[in-house]
């Protein structure tokens, strides 16, 4: 089956297989960013942005991605508007192996793209689902909210 997506902003048109999965097709073209961890949608470690969505790319189907815009850590990696929470995350923990930054990152920014000033349940509500292995403290949402705010100009 023939599907077109925009994948980074980058249009393109693939061959599919019914059973192949969103991860599977994008980490074949070069998105290692998204990480392969529990293949269930419990980790959060494949999560990419879908038409504004965070969505888990282990339980969508490559086919259902036709038409739709696709967005990875790799297209906001080097995006300076981002390094403030990139930052937060990175000290969260004092994370051993950064395995989860992407899935944590793509959760937050999806939630930034659709919410201007995030509530802190708005922000719990969207890293449910994310999880550090290495971590053993509570997600850092006073920091994620700081930084949020910090961003905005309202500290």
């Not at 077109?4 to 192949?20: F, G, M, S, Y």
């Not at 998204?34 to 038409?51: A, F, L, P, Y």
């Not at 038409?67 to 994370?95: C, P, Q, W």
Request: charged share 25%; glycine share 8%.
């Amino acid at each position: 089956m023939r599907i077109a997506l925009a994948i980074n902003n980058q249009p393109k048109t693939l061959d599919v297989q019914p059973n192949d999965t969103l991860i599977d097709l994008l980490r074949e073209h070069g998105c290692w960013s998204v990480r392969r961890g529990c293949e269930t949608g419990d980790c959060g470690n494949c999560t990419v942005i879908v038409d504004g969505h965070a969505v888990y790319s282990c339980l969508m189907l490559a086919a259902q991605a036709d038409g739709k815009t696709i967005e990875t850590f790799e297209n906001i990696s080097v995006a300076r508007e981002y390094a403030y929470l990139k930052e937060v995350f990175m000290h969260y923990g004092d994370l051993e192996c950064g395995y989860c930054l992407a899935g944590f990152m793509m959760s937050v920014k999806a939630l930034l793209d659709n919410v201007s000033d995030p509530s802190e349940e708005e922000i719990v509500d969207s890293l449910t689902g994310n999880i550090c292995r290495c971590a053993k403290r509570a997600l850092p949402i006073s920091d994620i909210m700081e930084a949020i705010q910090k961003r905005r100009g309202k500290f």
